[in-house]
């Protein structure tokens, strides 16, 4: 299932348009879940979103009691949009995200609707890099997108060898991808790849979330949160742990 999380579905439509294509494209079903204050809200927000979205599916949890990981986990989610209302939230909603299966999407309600046809895939040194491969190539499968491979300029072969194993997976598979060197290294083609995504009119960046956080993250944010800061369109979030949910066979 593509899950989409929701505040204020006034301002989620684009977000909606894009999980429910992406759904679509995945031949997934599409259901919107919504947090409230307290379990006496939920049957008014359940009452309400019915109303303005009467052919979706929709779960309303009490934000108290319920954990964004056990409802994914509950509902079988394989693909998380989450509406982003507000910047200053989006350290607290990566915390949230921290442990889920799934690749998740935090959007912000000035992007335009999800175009898919470039994905943007920066390649850094660390292992945990290949884990976002499955999912550019479902990309590339489902939904005609061309993978603009952006390769880290390091001095080592490890983000190269990264690149090399990406490719034989995607070489399984007839979808179009490139691979270009970029001119950061690692620790910084992920904030190069938004330049690149603007200059190649991408519509998606696919990047690692952190695996641990050290003393400048926790007191300036995680890499991957100043990359979603700068973008101007959405960033897909890959967790580095190895029981991640297949999106697809």
């Known amino acids: 299932m593509v899950l989409a999380l929701i505040y204020n579905p006034d301002t989620a439509q684009t977000l909606l ?41 929709i779960w309303v949890r009490d934000s108290k009691t319920t954990q964004l990981e056990a409802v994914c986990e509950e509902l079988d989610a394989s693909f998380l949009f989450i509406q982003l209302s507000d910047a200053s939230s989006i350290r607290s909603h990566l915390k949230a995200c921290r442990d889920l299966r799934i690749p998740y999407v935090l959007f912000k309600d000035a992007f335009a609707e999800m175009d898919l046809t470039k994905v943007i895939l920066p390649i850094g040194f660390l292992e945990e890099e290949l884990e976002k491969a499955q999912f550019a190539a479902a990309f590339g499968r489902f939904c005609g997108s061309e993978i603009k491979m952006l390769l880290a300029n390091d001095y080592g072969s490890k983000a190269a060898t990264n690149a090399e194993r990406m490719q034989s997976l995607f070489d399984k598979f007839d979808f179009k991808y490139t691979l270009e060197k970029a001119t950061k290294d690692s620790f910084k083609v992920e904030k190069e790849s938004v330049q690149v995504a603007e200059t190649m009119n991408a519509g998606l960046i696919i990047v690692s979330a952190s695996r641990d956080y050290g003393l400048d993250d926790i007191l300036f944010g995680p890499k991957e949160y100043h990359v979603l800061k700068k973008a101007a369109i959405p960033v897909l979030l890959v967790n580095p742990r190895g029981d991640l949910y297949a999106l697809c066979d």
Not at 22 to 32: I, N, R, S, W, Y
């Open 17 to 57: 348009k894009s999980a429910a294509t992406l759904a679509t494209q995945l031949g997934k079903e599409f259901g919107v879940l919504s947090f409230v204050d307290s379990a006496e809200q939920i049957a008014s927000r359940e009452k309400e979103l019915k109303e303005l979205l009467p052919e979706t599916t």
